[in-house]
């Protein structure tokens, strides 16, 4: 007599998902260390065998030509399957794996640009956290990290805190990481810090005096004579003129005829500088009136004929002085 005996197919652990970061080359293309599944599969097992294949099919039928190892994959993400077999019965198990190349690839950020103040020493504060659209371009569960360094960077240590001040005036190059919150892969790429010059207007600027020579107590100002003082050798500056400090730096509210502008005494004119790339000054002038002086009038000058009775004869005007000043 003889026995029939039916084998189980053998224990094991189904991995159904394989995820590595992409290699130095964000490409979504790296090779897979196949033979580190091994441990997990087989639990413990010491009779098992594990192979690799293209499809279901070589699987199932133990192809003589399993996926050697590290394997890399032709498509992201790929899948190949994965045949247990026990040594001593021959039984075997199938199961697929998903191959997943996480390959995040930061986009090209714009420059940030933030204007200086008078006296421009090319230092500003950045919101680096405007760049972040930018640079994760769409892709979900990914953060971006700021670093001074590119070996800061890579690390990811010693991230940046908005607001940041730019350590180099002018322009300043830091490193921003996208990172994916599954493994940590990441990407690096660069941020540029830029710092336009605000323009450097006349400071102090002089005193806009006019007479009240009709003495009714106001005059019309033309702002814009002062354009030239102002923008001193400044070029393509556009001047606006307001009546508080909050107004002109608010770019609210602004005098609406600064070329025929009624003052009715003196007060002080807000002036905002703007250049062509956005940045501006604000700096004030006063207008003042100046009242008619007060003087006597001396309405008839009479003297004698000299030794000719014609009715001409030289008159001292300078000794009407005294009279009219009346000690002024």
């Not at 994959?73 to 026990?86: F, Q, S, Y």
């Not at 107590?217 to 001047?239: A, H, M, Q």
């Not at 009242?291 to 009038?297: A, G, K, N, S």
Request: with cysteine; glycine share 6%; hydrophobic share 35%.
């Amino acid at each position: 007599f003889f026995n029939l005996i039916i084998d189980t197919a053998p224990l094991f652990t189904e991995l159904t998902l394989f995820q590595i970061c992409d290699d130095t080359t964000p490409d979504g293309f790296t090779e897979f260390d196949l033979d580190s599944l091994y441990p997990t599969i087989v639990a413990g097992a010491s009779n098992l065998t594990v192979s690799y294949y293209l499809t279901e099919e070589d699987a199932e039928a133990g192809a003589v030509s399993p996926l050697s190892s590290p394997y890399t994959n032709t498509i992201n993400p790929e899948l190949i399957w994965a045949r247990v077999e026990d040594d001593i019965a021959g039984c075997y198990g199938t199961f697929v794996i998903e191959l997943n190349v996480i390959s995040p690839l930061a986009g090209t950020p714009t420059p940030l640009i933030e204007c200086d103040q008078t006296p421009n020493d090319g230092i500003a504060d950045f919101n680096l956290t405007e760049a972040d659209t930018d640079i994760i371009n769409g892709q979900t569960n990914n953060f971006v990290t700021y670093h001074e360094t590119l070996a800061q960077a890579e690390a990811g240590t010693d991230a940046l805190v908005s607001p940041y001040t730019n350590t180099v005036p002018n322009i300043q190059t830091i490193f921003a990481r996208l990172e994916e919150d599954v493994l940590g892969c990441y990407d690096v790429t660069q941020l540029v810090l830029q710092v336009n010059p605000a323009p450097s207007i006349t400071d102090p600027i002089s005193d806009y005096q006019l007479c009240d020579n009709d003495g009714d107590g106001s005059e019309t100002f033309d702002l814009t004579s002062k354009y030239e003082e102002i923008v001193n050798t400044l070029t393509d500056i556009t001047l606006t003129y307001y009546n508080t400090e909050a107004d002109a730096n608010a770019d609210t509210n602004a005098i609406v005829t600064p070329s025929a502008y009624i003052s009715s005494g003196t007060e002080t004119i807000w002036v905002s500088a703007i250049n062509t790339e956005g940045c501006t000054s604000v700096g004030f002038f006063n207008l003042i009136i100046d009242t008619v002086p007060l003087f006597t009038e001396v309405p008839l000058f009479q003297i004698c004929d000299d030794t000719t009775p014609d009715g001409f004869t030289e008159f001292d005007l300078d000794s009407l002085y005294p009279t009219i000043v009346a000690g002024a």
